[in-house]
């Protein structure tokens, strides 16, 4: 096998498993942070809340370190070209992540299990640390990839190395902003969908009713107000930037093989890579010249006005993008039938609202995940864009056959943590609100 | 200005070997302190909310590498691929040993979580004490600073030594701390050993330094000298700190031990980062692997504004959770 492609799909593999603990961690922070600071207060039922998703959110946190550990250091063990040239701008970012983030979110962590019993108010500052110390930890690292994606603020060595110029360039990069903004309401779509998926499940099962109606309600809530930040403006804008740095990306992730004014969007359709064309698409017309620049006439560049060898991955760009961006419309939809409902003060009673509620639970998992192969498999050939391809980037003296020894060591791995995770959080959920 | 980059290196990895080395040391000695699973669940609980927290210096010890000398972390990281991987699964096979084994009230459970930790935890500590063996030792190293030689290569005996010595040396500072922190039998089975353990441990003491001085010579940078010395007293003061029953002394004692050698160790590597073996050419030293003004100075404001507010708010949290752990 191809070394580069062994690299790959172990980065992807681990990458992706390790993905689906923060979307819980960052997502149901805020919730913990909330009812904690509530059963400070005095608020009883609160209290109970508190414990229930401080458990849930601590074995998510744990699979989050435990999967997280080798991220840090794969750069150097598969990416060792990579890393020499990029270290002193990669590593930056990294460096904050454990420094001001990581710290924060596990000392902190600590102190809230500590005080679970009968928060204080430090408890409930210290959920509050908790919460921001996730989500700056995911701050550093959509920095880290925003500027692979976008790299700013560094200049060519004589020996080829890239070398840091402006930190701050790199913090502040045109292209962290938004799309660290749509990564944390993705996130919180998770949230809102567990926590009101969860209360639905009590709600349905007629169990701890006070409490699931409460969970129900926060939930939807949540999940209604982010799912509709995500579409606009985090979703629109970021985007805004991919049209504007990346604008082969644009054409991958909605199949746009002619350029054409007047761009059409592809609701469906099939890319085949083999012709050029898009099998069997419906068509919106002119809508994508609007989505990418405001104007419904504007002309917009196709996949076949690049070089063959400049495009990412069709197939995978096309599909994650259109995976993503339905199930988000289908969060939109169901978030506001729910706030409806419950404005209408139905919600609580209305079962098929509830079974639909319940049976999201997974989907945002699988929107998140799909956003970030638009990114990463989008941003292909490249590992820093424009700059130094993928197929360079590898270990000079690291075999295929190495790495896919440690791929499989690592599915073994990660394979019996996946099952202990679910056993864990389904027992939990099993035993309730209870305790 | 590399100089500063290196300390800040050898800053992390001995925080880390300190902080995470007490909770390694405590799941090392666990069958010996607990006796039953009462014991072992408070064993487990003195160190469960700090490992997590100790483990991250790693974690941004290795990214500090990688922003400050990018050329040392790819060359090592991808040199040892195999070993460093099995390092990685170690650390998290133990960090799930640590987090499942309280979610279910099974016997069988619980102790095959607790064989696993202790085993993971024992054989990292081998590891880390091979490793540093192997960079004390030098490499066979090829022009770019990648690593020639094999697997078996890096079980010399003297990186064997360096591994058993590092067993005694954390098995001690987990002693010290399970005395302090747990109340009860436990704390006074681990004063027991921890008394035994030194004279292991000041024996492979003396072993060590005379073969380091075979390997690498008789130092003679006075910093070098100086941090023996002050190890050398620091573990000669350790059994009167233990036997004055103040908990706390022993274990700064033992604390005090474990920087001051590593120190030593960092200033005698000094400019190395990954040296080759002596009298060979192909060593990276900070001076080849150098970082830029600007991302070296970031990292270490990065480093010590981390630093200063990991201390602010982490000794506010021990204070918080100070005081000892029962068995229930």
């Known amino acids: 096998m191809d070394t580069v492609l062994a690299d790959r799909l172990q980065f992807a593999f681990t990458i992706m498993f390790h993905y689906l603990f923060p979307i819980g961690t960052m997502g149901l922070a805020p919730f913990v942070a909330w009812y904690t600071w509530k059963a400070s207060d005095g608020d009883a039922e609160a209290a109970r809340a508190a414990r229930f998703w401080t458990k849930i959110f601590t074995i ?49 962590l600590g102190v809230v299990l500590y005080g679970a019993r009968a928060p204080s108010r430090f408890t409930a500052w210290s959920a509050v640390a908790v919460c921001a ?37 790199v913090l502040l990069s045109p292209f962290a902003g938004w799309q660290y903004a749509h990564v944390l309401t993705g996130a919180l779509i998770a949230g809102g969908f567990i926590v009101g998926g969860i209360g639905a499940y009590y709600l349905l099962s007629e169990r701890g009713a006070a409490l699931a109606r409460r969970f129900v309600r926060d939930g939807a809530i949540v999940a209604f107000v982010f799912s509709s930040l995500a579409i606009f403006p985090t979703g629109d804008r970021n985007s805004a930037d991919v049209t504007q740095y990346q604008p082969i990306k644009l054409a991958a992730m909605e199949g746009l093989f002619e350029t054409a004014r007047g761009a059409p ?3 469906i359709g099939m890319p085949d890579t083999q012709r050029d064309v898009l099998i069997d698409p419906i068509y919106v017309p002119n809508v994508l010249s609007f989505l990418a620049y405001g104007n419904f006439t504007a002309n917009v560049k196709g996949l076949k006005a690049y070089a063959e060898e400049l495009r990412p991955p069709v197939e995978l760009t096309y599909y994650a993008y259109h995976v993503m961006v339905g199930l988000g419309t289908i969060f939109v939809a169901a978030g506001a039938l729910a706030v409806l409902l419950l404005w209408r003060k139905r919600l609580f009673t209305s079962r098929p609202m509830l079974w639909i509620l319940m049976l999201l639970m997974p989907f945002p998992y699988i929107a998140n995940e799909a956003g970030w192969i638009v990114t990463e498999v989008g941003r292909q050939p490249w590992i ?43 027992r939990e959920i099993a035993e309730g609100a209870r305790a | 200005m590399s100089t500063a980059g290196f300390c800040v290196i050898a800053f992390m990895l001995t925080a880390y070997v300190l902080l995470d080395g007490f909770d390694l040391g405590v799941a090392f000695v666990a069958p010996l302190v607990a006796r039953d699973e009462r014991e072992r669940g408070a064993v ?46 170690l650390l998290m096979f133990r960090g799930m040993a640590l987090e499942l084994r309280h979610h279910f009230p099974s016997r069988i459970w619980q102790d095959f979580w607790d064989a696993a930790f202790t085993l993971a935890s024992a054989l990292l500590i081998f590891i880390f004490g091979i490793a540093l063996g192997n960079v004390l030792h030098g490499f066979p190293l090829d022009a770019n600073g990648y690593f020639q030689g094999t697997f078996a290569y890096l079980l010399n ?56 001085f075979g390997v690498r010579g008789i130092p003679s940078v006075p910093v070098v000298v100086v941090l023996g010395f002050l190890s050398t007293a620091a ?13 706390a002394a022993a274990f700064a004692a033992s604390s005090a031990f474990v920087a001051a050698l590593l120190a030593s160790a960092a200033a005698a590597l000094y400019p190395y980062l990954l ?53 229930e």
């Open chain 2, 235 to 247: 573990l000669a003061a350790l059994p009167a700190a233990v036997r004055s029953r103040s908990a």
């Open chain 1, 60 to 108: 998510n946190f744990a699979a989050g370190v435990v999967t997280g550990i080798p991220m840090e250091f794969q750069f150097g063990t598969n990416w060792a070209n990579f890393a020499e040239r990029s270290g002193s701008i990669v590593g930056q970012p990294l460096a904050m992540e454990g420094m001001f983030a990581f710290f924060l979110e596990s000392i902190f």
């Open chain 2, 44 to 89: 487990m609980a003195s160190i469960g909310p700090f490992w997590n927290g100790n483990e991250v210096w790693l974690v941004a010890g290795g990214a500090a590498l990688f922003a400050l000398f990018p050329r040392a972390y790819a060359s090592s990281f991808s040199g040892f691929y195999l070993p460093f991987i099995v390092l990685l699964w």
């Open chain 1, 265 to 267: 969007l592809a609701i």
């Open chain 2, 275 to 327: 040296p080759s073996i002596a009298g060979t050419t192909g060593g990276i030293t900070i001076f080849d692997a150098a970082p830029s003004p600007a991302a070296l100075s970031c990292a270490l404001a990065v480093t010590i504004l981390g630093s200063i507010g990991v201390g602010i708010y982490g000794s506010l949290v021990w204070r918080r959770m100070a005081g000892k752990v029962r068995v």
């Open chain 1, 133 to 169: 110390g996730a989500w700056l930890s995911g701050f550093f690292i959509v920095d880290t990839d925003a500027w692979m994606q976008y790299p700013v603020g560094y200049h060519i060595a004589a020996n080829g190395r890239l070398e840091l110029d402006d930190v701050w360039a």
């Open chain 2, 157 to 212: 005996p003297y990186a064997l030594l360096v591994g058993a010595f590092a067993l005694a040396v954390l098995g001690q500072h987990g002693a010290t701390f399970a005395a302090m922190r747990i109340e009860g039998a436990p704390a006074e089975r681990a004063r027991i050993l921890s008394r035994r353990l030194w004279w292991i441990e000041a024996a492979l003491f003396v072993v060590v330094t005379v073969t380091t």
């Open chain 1, 384 to 426: 820093v864009y424009g700059v130094m391809r993928t197929a360079e980037a590898g270990s000079p003296n690291v075999a295929a056959g190495e790495t896919i020894f440690t791929l499989a060591g690592f599915a073994g791995m990660y394979f019996v943590l996946g099952v202990l995770f679910l056993y864990l959080v389904l």
